[in-house]
């Protein structure tokens, strides 16, 4: 698709003017006053989009060339006709929570180069990474929904190239958290001012482009439209009001379908077989299903599949509770190789070829880190004559399976919220220890887990970060790693509170939760 299409009219030799001077200008071939000059008398006034759209339409794509790039020179170019300040939104606009966000990271940089001017207390630099690790949902959201709609207009250049930054930057937090985990101080110490630096780095380039380019291509409609995708993958550290967030427990409406179920039912219905009817039963190969029944199957696996066309078109993915990695209605329809980063598209390419000459049927991969362990398989698509329809991805944490022992051959829940045990909890040992409630006792010690204590009092999990902000990552998006492993006493270590003060806390919130019972 052709990208002016959805922008004000531009002058194509305009756009070439302004990235030749440009591109002199970051090569040192000309000086600032001879750029200011030349874009005074040769341009005049720039919009944000003239330049996305200059390098999309007239420069090829080079290895790294995002993270290359010196935004602040290019700023100090266009300085004085281009106009980078911030756009008037309401709070909950989509652009403007990505400002929002960028104003907390922002915040946390600063907390970094307060920090470094001190000798390292492990708790405190600790705290601070698992806030900034919120910084993940932020650039999800945006490869995931920004970049789809802008890359659906013809636009791809964030898709491109912005997302190699993207990763850079989280992969660089992520390594920097590891150091001072194993108290490389030195090491851990040496690479904040780089991060800082990076970071500024990535939020300046998203503010003087991507965002101002995303307004003047994006209709408020198509804004509406991305709101459930975003409230689906989620905001890191903001509140977002207004957004209409339907429980994934609830049963949804069938009077409308929507995604898989609504392109299955426009089916049937070209067919005459009632396309809006959800509960009308059809033949499938081995079975009778209705279209509810199908979307609740699906929902119910317990493990993600996501279905990619023989035109490496992405056309479907399983709406489950546990998903493993965001994913948002605007991938539906997306070429697959812009749904990942330029460094794994090869990959991609190679698997997707070897599937559809037939060398190969079917290939996996895991991801093996602490407390979690993410298994991935790729399966060709054939249909009954032997032809290449596309590729099946199905993943699964494995976590729990891997660490099972022995055999279960009787009846026990593990879910069970009154904690009724297991056979196996007769013989737990002071390492594993489960919070019981039996009457008003209740049993709390060092090596309770938080997810059996979880079990049985839902409502410590919103509750303890009101009582101290040490407790925000329980509601975090690394909550669902965390939780799992975590003891009284890893809280206690993480937070800097004492043991019994945490002891203190929870038995006071429970004693609330017994008065309201």
Request: net charge negative; aromatic share 8%; with cysteine.
């Amino acid at each position: 698709m052709d990208m002016k299409k959805h922008l004000p009219h531009v002058d194509l030799e305009k756009l070439g003017k302004i990235l030749e001077i440009k591109e002199e200008y970051q090569r040192g071939d000309i000086s600032l006053e001879e750029g200011r000059t030349r874009i005074r008398e040769q341009v005049g006034k720039i919009y944000p989009y003239e330049i996305a759209l200059a390098e999309q339409e007239l420069k090829t794509i080079e290895e790294d060339e995002c993270h290359k790039e010196d935004i602040q020179k290019m700023i100090e170019l266009f300085d004085e006709v281009m106009d980078t300040s911030r756009p008037n939104l309401p709070l909950n606009h989509p652009i403007m929570c990505y400002y929002r966000e960028n104003d907390e990271m922002r915040r946390f940089m600063l907390s970094i180069e307060d920090l470094v001017q001190y000798p390292i207390i492990k708790n405190q630099w600790l705290e601070l990474y698992d806030q900034i690790a919120a910084f993940r949902t932020h650039l999800s959201r945006k490869q995931n929904q920004l970049y789809s709609i802008l890359e659906q207009k013809g636009f791809d250049r964030p898709t491109t190239t912005m997302w190699l930054l993207d990763d850079f930057v989280r992969d660089e937090i992520r390594d920097a958290k590891n150091l001072i985990e194993e108290d490389k101080e030195e090491e851990f110490l040496a690479m904040q001012s780089t991060i800082v630096a990076d970071v500024r780095d990535l939020l300046q380039k998203e503010e003087s482009v991507l965002y101002p380019t995303a307004l003047a291509m994006i209709t408020p409609e198509e804004f509406e439209q991305m709101r459930p995708g975003d409230y689906e993958i989620g905001f890191a550290w903001i509140d977002v009001e207004n957004f209409q967030n339907t429980d994934k427990t609830e049963p949804q409406s069938t009077t409308v379908p929507d995604g898989f179920t609504s392109e299955l039912s426009a089916l049937l219905s070209k067919y005459g077989l009632g396309g809006d009817d959800t509960c009308r039963v059809f033949d499938v190969t081995t079975g009778k299903l209705s279209l509810e029944q199908i979307n609740l199957i699906y929902k119910h696996l317990p493990i993600d599949i996501s279905y990619v066309d023989e035109n490496e078109l992405v056309r479907f993915y399983s709406d489950t509770n546990h998903r493993i990695f965001p994913r948002s209605k605007n991938v539906i329809g997306r070429d697959v190789k812009n749904c990942h980063p330029r460094t794994s598209v090869h990959l991609v390419e190679e698997i997707i070829a070897k599937f559809r000459s037939g060398e190969q049927d079917s290939v996996d991969f895991w991801i093996n880190k602490p407390g979690v362990f993410i298994y991935i398989y790729y399966v060709a698509v054939r249909d009954s004559e032997g032809r290449f329809r596309g590729v099946l991805e199905m993943m699964q944490d494995c976590n729990r399976i891997r660490e099972l022992q022995g055999s279960r051959t009787l009846l026990t829940w593990s879910n069970d919220m009154q904690g009724v045990k297991s056979m196996e909890a007769k013989k737990s040992t002071p390492d594993d220890t489960p919070a019981t409630r039996e009457g008003s006792i209740i049993e709390l010690s060092a090596n309770t887990r938080l997810q059996d204590l979880f079990k049985i009092y839902p409502k410590l999990r919103q509750d303890l970060p009101s009582m101290n902000s040490a407790f925000k990552m329980l509601n975090s998006p690394l909550a669902r790693i965390i939780i799992p492993k975590a003891t009284i006493a890893m809280m206690s270590e993480r937070s800097g509170i004492s043991i019994d003060g945490i002891l203190s806390m929870l038995n006071e919130l429970i004693a609330k939760y017994k008065r309201e019972e």
